[in-house]
C-alpha cells in the first residue's frame, strides 16, 4: 500500500522559514515526478512545486523563495520554504505520480497524495 506522508507544517512569522517533508513507502518513486500543492481556505488546490530527475517546476508565486529537493535513498521528499508571507497559508499536500510521461503541474497527473500539512504564516 502505497503512502506519503507529510511533516513539518506549523505556525511561522512572515519572513519565517519552514521545511515540509513527504516520507513514501510501498513502492518506490526514484523515477518518478513528485511534488507540492497547497490550498488555501476557501480556494483551489494549487500547483507549488515539483520535480523529477534534474527537472524541477515553481509556481510563479514561490519562485526564488521555496526549494524542492529529494532523497531517493530515504524516498523522502522536502520543500523549504523561506521569505513565508501570510499568503502562503494553506494546507501542503505532497503527491506522486506514477505516470511515465507528465506535466508536473497538472495536478490530475498525480496519482498518490498525502493527507496535508498545515502552514500558517502570521503577519
Known amino acids: 500500500q502505497v503512502q506519503l506522508v507529510e511533516s513539518g507544517g506549523g505556525l511561522v512569522q512572515a519572513g519565517g522559514s519552514l521545511r515540509l517533508s513527504c516520507a513514501a513507502s510501498?513502492?518506490?518513486?526514484?523515477?518518478?515526478?513528485m511534488g507540492w500543492f497547497r490550498q488555501a481556505p476557501g480556494k483551489e488546490r494549487e500547483f507549488v512545486a515539483a520535480?523529477?530527475?534534474?527537472?524541477?517546476a515553481y509556481a510563479d508565486s514561490v519562485k526564488g523563495r521555496f526549494a524542492i529537493s529529494r532523497d531517493n535513498a530515504k524516498s523522502t521528499l522536502y520543500l523549504q520554504m523561506n521569505s513565508l508571507k501570510p499568503e502562503d497559508t494553506a494546507v501542503y499536500y505532497c503527491?506522486?505520480?506514477?505516470?511515465?510521461?507528465?506535466?508536473?503541474?497538472?495536478?490530475?497527473?498525480?496519482?498518490?497524495w498525502g493527507q496535508g500539512t498545515q502552514v500558517t504564516v502570521s503577519s
Open positions: 503527491a506522486a505520480s506514477s505516470r511515465a510521461q507528465v506535466s508536473l503541474r497538472a495536478e490530475w497527473h498525480y496519482d498518490y
Open positions: 510501498g513502492r518506490t518513486f526514484s523515477g518518478s515526478a
Open positions: 520535480n523529477r530527475w534534474t527537472t524541477n
